[in-house]
């Protein structure tokens, strides 16, 4: 799949950005960053739009990692949008080790996936791959299709929702909760024709005809999608 680009990749990283609402977990993460490698300013955010505010707030990081797990948003939605934002590297980090799941963060576009609780070492190979190009996965990921007889496959449906902008994004994480124009023209405070303009646009670049086609679309990258019955993720 086509994604955007990234900025050059560096010799080393100097800034970070930790997306994660484990105020503990950011700690130690922090500290770990900073003792493996030469990143020195690293800033926190505990939801994805907090860590958006940041990057246009001119925040400029060299490195994100992302807990994909954040209370204002589901499955890989986060990564797309955060990766379009940033226009950096993305290291996923998670207690989710399923290949489905890291399948599909690749797939993404993310340039690594680390297991949460991986000792520091780990997260010292995944900087250094990262840093020179390369995409970080832990030992034995096996690459997984995320074909489906049902729509679009999940590599496709990523695809489509990275040509999506941030409020546009925003505003069909909103549809797929069910919420109507007006109610969601007034949670983000914009124009009820406003909300219209851009639900035309979202189906347009999603290639669908329909609001409920364009769900079915969303929800192929949820969490759902990818874990076992019963399995949430951390």
């Known amino acids: 799949m086509q994604t955007p680009p990234l900025k050059s990749a560096a010799k080393t990283f100097q800034k970070a950005l930790i997306v994660d609402d484990h105020p503990l977990?950011?700690?130690?993460?922090?500290?770990?960053?900073?003792?493996?490698?030469?990143i020195r300013t690293v800033?926190?955010?505990?939801?994805?739009?907090?860590?958006?505010?940041?990057?246009?707030?001119?925040?400029?990081?060299?490195?994100?990692?992302?807990?994909?797990?954040?209370?204002?948003?589901?499955?890989l939605d986060g990564l797309v949008r955060i990766r379009t934002a940033a226009r950096v590297p993305v290291v996923v980090v998670s207690s989710i080790t399923d290949n489905r799941v890291i399948s599909g963060v690749i797939s993404a576009g993310a340039s690594g996936f680390v297991p949460k609780h991986s000792q520091r070492g780990v997260f010292r190979q995944?900087?250094?791959?990262?840093?020179?190009?390369?995409?970080?996965?832990?030992?034995?990921f096996v690459h997984l299709s995320g074909g489906s007889d049902e729509g679009p496959d999940v590599d496709d449906a990523l695809e489509r929702l990275s040509a999506l902008t941030n409020q546009q994004a925003r505003i069909l994480q909103l549809v797929c909760e069910g919420k109507l124009n007006k109610q969601i023209a007034y949670d983000l405070s914009i124009a009820e024709t406003t909300v219209k303009a851009h639900v035309t646009a979202i189906m347009r670049k999603l290639g669908v005809q329909s609001r409920t086609q364009a769900v079915l679309i969303a929800k192929k990258t949820s969490f759902a999608s990818f874990l076992p019955e019963g399995q949430k993720p951390a």
Do not use: H, W, Y
Not at 25 to 38: E, K, N, P, R
Not at 132 to 137: E, I, K, L, W
């Open 43 to 75: 800033e926190t955010a505990a939801r994805l739009e907090d860590a958006l505010e940041l990057l246009a707030d001119m925040f400029r990081p060299d490195l994100v990692i992302l807990d994909l797990n954040l209370p204002d948003v589901e499955g």
């Open 126 to 140: 995944a900087i250094d791959k990262v840093a020179a190009g390369g995409v970080f996965t832990p030992e034995g």
């Open 25 to 38: 977990f950011c700690d130690a993460l922090s500290m770990t960053l900073q003792a493996v490698s030469c």
